[in-house]
Protein backbone atom coordinates (compact mmCIF):
# COMPACT_ATOMS: atom_id res chain seq x y z
CA UNK A 1 0.00 0.00 0.00
CA UNK A 2 1.34 3.30 -0.69
CA UNK A 3 -0.05 6.87 -1.56
CA UNK A 4 -1.61 9.09 0.45
CA UNK A 5 -3.03 9.18 4.13
CA UNK A 6 -6.32 9.53 2.09
CA UNK A 7 -5.82 6.99 0.28
CA UNK A 8 -4.87 4.78 3.73
CA UNK A 9 -8.08 5.67 5.07
CA UNK A 10 -9.64 4.71 2.18
CA UNK A 11 -8.45 1.16 2.51
CA UNK A 12 -9.04 1.36 5.70
CA UNK A 13 -12.71 1.98 5.10
CA UNK A 14 -13.37 0.61 2.18
CA UNK A 15 -11.12 -2.77 1.28
CA UNK A 16 -11.17 -5.89 2.60
CA UNK A 17 -8.05 -6.30 4.72
CA UNK A 18 -7.95 -5.74 8.57
CA UNK A 19 -5.54 -3.42 9.66
CA UNK A 20 -3.62 -3.28 13.11
CA UNK A 21 -3.42 0.12 14.40
CA UNK A 22 -0.79 0.30 17.51
CA UNK A 23 -0.81 3.80 19.06
CA UNK A 24 2.05 5.20 21.36
CA UNK A 25 1.08 7.08 23.93
CA UNK A 26 3.26 9.98 25.32
CA UNK A 27 2.80 13.05 22.67
CA UNK A 28 1.06 10.47 20.28
CA UNK A 29 -2.71 9.86 22.32
CA UNK A 30 -2.02 12.53 25.66
CA UNK A 31 0.40 15.01 26.99
CA UNK A 32 0.95 13.87 30.49
CA UNK A 33 2.13 17.74 31.55
CA UNK A 34 5.43 15.98 32.73
CA UNK A 35 3.85 13.91 35.06
CA UNK A 36 6.10 10.75 33.66
CA UNK A 37 9.28 12.37 33.83
CA UNK A 38 8.14 13.95 37.60
CA UNK A 39 7.78 10.44 38.74
CA UNK A 40 10.93 8.62 37.18
CA UNK A 41 12.86 11.45 38.77
CA UNK A 42 11.13 10.81 42.11
CA UNK A 43 11.78 7.09 41.76
CA UNK A 44 15.51 7.27 41.10
CA UNK A 45 16.18 9.82 44.12
CA UNK A 46 13.88 7.14 46.30
CA UNK A 47 15.54 4.13 44.84
CA UNK A 48 18.97 4.91 43.83
CA UNK A 49 19.66 8.07 46.18
CA UNK A 50 19.72 10.69 43.27
CA UNK A 51 18.10 12.45 39.94
CA UNK A 52 21.01 10.61 37.47
CA UNK A 53 21.44 11.77 33.97
CA UNK A 54 19.03 14.25 32.25
CA UNK A 55 16.61 11.79 30.45
CA UNK A 56 15.87 11.36 27.05
CA UNK A 57 11.97 10.15 27.33
CA UNK A 58 11.02 10.69 23.34
CA UNK A 59 10.59 7.40 21.88
CA UNK A 60 12.52 5.86 25.16
CA UNK A 61 10.94 2.62 26.85
CA UNK A 62 11.18 2.65 30.07
CA UNK A 63 13.21 -0.63 30.37
CA UNK A 64 15.67 1.20 28.41
CA UNK A 65 15.62 4.35 30.64
CA UNK A 66 16.57 2.12 34.05
CA UNK A 67 19.31 0.48 32.12
CA UNK A 68 20.74 4.20 31.35
CA UNK A 69 20.48 4.84 35.60
CA UNK A 70 22.06 1.42 36.04
CA UNK A 71 25.31 2.67 34.15
CA UNK A 72 24.75 6.05 35.59
CA UNK A 73 24.75 4.44 39.27
CA UNK A 74 26.91 2.18 38.24
CA UNK A 75 24.13 -0.62 40.20
CA UNK A 76 24.13 -4.13 38.95
CA UNK A 77 20.76 -5.16 37.04
CA UNK A 78 19.00 -7.52 38.81
CA UNK A 79 15.76 -8.82 38.75
CA UNK A 80 14.90 -7.61 42.17
CA UNK A 81 16.46 -4.01 41.64
CA UNK A 82 14.06 -3.77 38.50
CA UNK A 83 11.21 -4.95 40.06
CA UNK A 84 11.82 -2.59 42.89
CA UNK A 85 12.13 0.74 40.66
CA UNK A 86 9.21 -0.19 38.91
CA UNK A 87 7.02 -0.82 41.74
CA UNK A 88 8.24 2.73 43.39
CA UNK A 89 7.38 4.39 39.71
CA UNK A 90 3.90 3.33 39.20
CA UNK A 91 3.50 4.53 42.41
CA UNK A 92 5.03 7.74 41.69
CA UNK A 93 3.41 7.96 38.55
CA UNK A 94 -0.26 7.43 39.71
CA UNK A 95 0.16 9.81 42.45
CA UNK A 96 1.80 12.73 40.41
CA UNK A 97 -1.24 11.91 37.98
CA UNK A 98 -3.32 12.34 40.58
CA UNK A 99 -1.33 15.45 42.29
CA UNK A 100 -2.79 17.95 39.88
CA UNK A 101 -5.73 16.11 37.56
CA UNK A 102 -5.66 19.55 35.78
CA UNK A 103 -2.01 19.09 34.41
CA UNK A 104 -1.56 17.14 30.82
CA UNK A 105 -4.53 16.10 28.42
CA UNK A 106 -5.69 13.84 25.74
CA UNK A 107 -4.10 15.30 22.20
CA UNK A 108 -6.01 17.31 19.85
CA UNK A 109 -8.56 14.88 17.72
CA UNK A 110 -7.56 11.04 20.21
CA UNK A 111 -11.04 10.71 21.09
CA UNK A 112 -13.09 11.06 18.25
CA UNK A 113 -10.41 9.56 16.26
CA UNK A 114 -10.62 6.26 18.48
CA UNK A 115 -14.40 6.39 19.07
CA UNK A 116 -14.51 6.40 15.06
CA UNK A 117 -11.93 3.32 14.64
CA UNK A 118 -14.07 1.55 17.17
CA UNK A 119 -16.91 1.53 14.39
CA UNK A 120 -14.44 0.65 11.51
CA UNK A 121 -14.91 -2.71 10.75
CA UNK A 122 -11.32 -3.11 9.48
CA UNK A 123 -9.23 -1.32 12.28
CA UNK A 124 -7.48 -3.48 15.28
CA UNK A 125 -6.64 -0.98 17.58
CA UNK A 126 -3.64 -1.88 20.20
CA UNK A 127 -0.18 -0.22 21.83
CA UNK A 128 3.08 0.00 20.90
CA UNK A 129 4.53 1.65 23.63
CA UNK A 130 8.03 2.81 26.13
CA UNK A 131 5.46 2.78 28.87
CA UNK A 132 6.00 -0.34 31.11
CA UNK A 133 2.75 -2.57 31.00
CA UNK A 134 1.15 -1.09 34.16
CA UNK A 135 2.45 2.60 33.30
CA UNK A 136 0.73 2.60 30.53
CA UNK A 137 -2.54 1.23 31.89
CA UNK A 138 -2.69 3.95 34.93
CA UNK A 139 -1.82 6.59 32.09
CA UNK A 140 -4.86 5.41 30.09
CA UNK A 141 -7.07 5.24 33.10
CA UNK A 142 -6.31 8.69 34.28
CA UNK A 143 -7.06 10.08 30.83
CA UNK A 144 -10.17 7.86 29.88
CA UNK A 145 -8.75 6.28 27.52
CA UNK A 146 -8.34 2.81 28.94
CA UNK A 147 -11.39 1.16 27.28
CA UNK A 148 -9.95 1.25 23.80
CA UNK A 149 -7.11 -1.08 24.34
CA UNK A 150 -6.90 -4.24 25.23
CA UNK A 151 -3.34 -5.67 24.13
CA UNK A 152 -0.07 -3.92 23.49
CA UNK A 153 3.77 -3.95 23.16
CA UNK A 154 5.32 -2.30 25.69
CA UNK A 155 8.90 -0.98 27.38
CA UNK A 156 8.48 -3.44 29.96
CA UNK A 157 8.96 -6.17 27.10
CA UNK A 158 12.31 -5.10 26.00
CA UNK A 159 14.59 -2.16 26.64
CA UNK A 160 14.86 -1.67 22.23
CA UNK A 161 11.77 -0.33 20.92
CA UNK A 162 12.86 -1.87 17.57
CA UNK A 163 11.83 -5.45 19.09
CA UNK A 164 8.52 -4.25 20.41
CA UNK A 165 6.30 -4.61 16.69
CA UNK A 166 7.02 -8.47 16.46
CA UNK A 167 5.48 -8.69 20.02
CA UNK A 168 2.65 -6.76 19.32
CA UNK A 169 1.69 -8.67 16.46
CA UNK A 170 1.94 -11.92 18.11
CA UNK A 171 0.05 -10.47 20.99
CA UNK A 172 -2.58 -9.20 18.26
CA UNK A 173 -3.13 -12.78 17.08
CA UNK A 174 -3.27 -14.22 20.67
CA UNK A 175 -5.91 -11.50 21.58
CA UNK A 176 -8.21 -11.35 17.82
CA UNK A 177 -6.79 -14.85 16.28
CA UNK A 178 -6.00 -12.70 13.15
CA UNK A 179 -2.65 -13.22 12.06
CA UNK A 180 -1.57 -9.30 10.71
CA UNK A 181 1.11 -9.37 8.47
CA UNK A 182 3.89 -6.33 9.31
CA UNK A 183 2.28 -4.40 5.78
CA UNK A 184 -0.99 -4.47 7.42
CA UNK A 185 0.55 -3.21 10.25
CA UNK A 186 0.57 0.96 11.22
CA UNK A 187 2.07 2.55 14.13
CA UNK A 188 1.51 6.05 15.00
CA UNK A 189 3.68 7.87 16.74
CA UNK A 190 5.55 11.34 17.56
CA UNK A 191 9.36 10.21 17.74
CA UNK A 192 12.15 9.33 15.57
CA UNK A 193 11.90 6.08 17.58
CA UNK A 194 8.55 5.58 16.63
CA UNK A 195 9.49 5.58 12.85
CA UNK A 196 12.22 3.55 13.41
CA UNK A 197 10.56 0.76 15.18
CA UNK A 198 7.84 0.63 12.69
CA UNK A 199 10.55 0.18 9.57
CA UNK A 200 12.37 -2.45 11.75
CA UNK A 201 9.43 -4.35 11.18
CA UNK A 202 8.62 -3.47 7.61
CA UNK A 203 5.31 -1.19 8.92
CA UNK A 204 4.44 1.66 7.88
CA UNK A 205 4.51 5.21 10.11
CA UNK A 206 2.16 7.90 10.57
CA UNK A 207 4.21 10.25 12.63
CA UNK A 208 2.08 13.10 14.50
CA UNK A 209 3.71 16.60 15.72
CA UNK A 210 2.33 16.83 18.70
CA UNK A 211 4.95 15.48 20.71
CA UNK A 212 8.56 17.68 20.58
CA UNK A 213 9.48 17.12 17.04
CA UNK A 214 8.02 19.37 14.37
CA UNK A 215 7.00 18.13 11.07
CA UNK A 216 9.63 18.54 9.12
CA UNK A 217 11.99 17.06 11.72
CA UNK A 218 9.57 13.48 11.28
CA UNK A 219 9.51 13.90 7.57
CA UNK A 220 13.33 14.07 8.01
CA UNK A 221 13.15 11.21 9.95
CA UNK A 222 11.45 8.85 6.81
CA UNK A 223 7.92 9.05 8.50
CA UNK A 224 5.38 7.31 5.80
CA UNK A 225 2.78 10.12 6.64
CA UNK A 226 3.47 13.06 8.85
CA UNK A 227 0.37 14.86 10.18
CA UNK A 228 0.03 18.03 12.51
CA UNK A 229 -2.56 16.36 15.08
CA UNK A 230 -4.39 13.06 14.93
CA UNK A 231 -7.46 15.54 14.51
CA UNK A 232 -5.94 15.89 10.88
CA UNK A 233 -6.60 12.12 10.31
CA UNK A 234 -9.92 12.73 8.94
CA UNK A 235 -12.50 9.23 9.05
CA UNK A 236 -15.41 10.77 7.79
MG1 LIG B 1 5.72 9.26 22.27
Same mark, same amino acid.
Given at each position: ?22 ? /??? *? ?7 ? =? ?11 ? !??? *? ?16 ? +??? &? ?14 ? +? ?8 ? %? ?7 ? /? ?33 ? +?????? &??? =??? !? ?26 ? /? ?11 ? !? ?15 ? &? ?9 ? /???? !? %? ?7
Amino acid at each position: MSGTIEDFVKTLKEGSEPWLLLF /DID *GTLVDTGGK =GMAALQKTAVEVF !GGD *GPPLDLAGSTDLGILENL +YVH &FKIDATEEQTHRFFEA +YHRHLEASLE %SNPADGRVL /DGVIDLLEKLAQTENAQLGLLTGNTSLGAEIKLRH +YGLGHH &FTF =GAY !GSDRADRNLLGHIALERAFAMTGREFRS /DQTLIIGDTPKDI !GCAHAIGAKCLAVATGQ &FSAAQLEEAGA /DWVL !G %SLRDLTLG
